[in-house]
């Protein structure tokens, strides 16, 4: 299995309060995804990261910032949480763009926001 | 935008059967093909990618199957046993970007 390890796996919070979750990956692969999955939308990319302090947005980054400032570290931060943010994020993991290079996801984390 | 289908939603069937999982997307641009495994509570496995310019790829019963030109891919799994019961989804990358556009899944149940 791909090191990827993900913190906190399970989060309950309230409305309005800050939320960051960890992805650490021990690959030293240079793309990190953020994506949360949710029912009858499927998975969806929140943020990605194509190296040390260069990311770009998803289809669904509104909300959501991230910081990448170690290889192996990605975070995803909830500036101000909703309830709509409750989800199940992963994160993924890639050697490089190519076609090649298959994604490896983490074991999520549940999120829950009252 | 592209669009990834797959049909059915849930499947059932005994165990030795062989059996077909289908996805289907609507921009045949793709780069690649990622079939996943979810099992509940758990992550994506990484099942078999197939390259835009590949038609398929086998990995022990699995084989998965391309056809850009019909925006169709299949996966096929030859006697199915009750460990393989799971959440199948397929995924395209697109040649423009760097994401996964994903299906909403096929939920396989194999019967003992």
């Known amino acids: 299995d791909a090191g990827i390890t993900q913190s906190p796996r399970h989060k309950v919070t309230e409305t309005g309060t800050p939320v960051t979750l960890r992805c650490h990956q021990t690959?030293?692969?240079?793309?990190m995804y953020w994506y949360r999955q949710d029912p009858g939308h499927g998975l969806r990319l929140i943020h990605y990261?194509?190296?040390?302090?260069?990311?770009d947005k998803g289809e669904v980054s509104d909300g959501y910032s991230v910081s990448r400032s170690k290889t192996e570290d990605f975070l995803l931060t909830l500036e101000s949480a909703t309830s709509s943010q409750t989800s199940v994020y992963f994160c993924?993991?890639?050697?490089?763009?190519?076609?090649?290079?298959?994604?490896?996801f983490g074991d999520g984390t549940r999120l829950s926001i009252l | 935008k592209q669009e990834v289908t797959q049909i059915p939603a849930a499947l059932s069937v005994p165990e030795g059967e062989n059996l077909v999982l289908n996805c289907s997307f609507t921009d045949s641009a793709i780069y690649n093909l990622q079939w996943f495994r979810q099992d509940p509570g758990k992550g994506l496995t990484s099942l078999l990618l197939i390259q835009s310019s590949q038609r398929e790829q086998t990995s022990g019963r699995l084989n998965a199957s391309l056809d850009k030109s019909s925006g169709r891919s299949t996966l096929y799994i030859a006697a199915s046993q009750p460990g393989d019961s799971a959440t199948y989804l397929c995924a395209v990358k697109e040649t423009s970007g760097s994401r996964l556009t994903f299906g909403e899944g096929t939920q396989l149940t194999v019967n003992p």
């Open positions: 990261s194509y190296g040390v302090k260069d990311t």
């Open positions: 690959e030293n692969h240079r793309y």
């Open positions: 993924a993991i890639s050697a490089s763009g190519t076609a090649d290079q298959p994604q490896h």
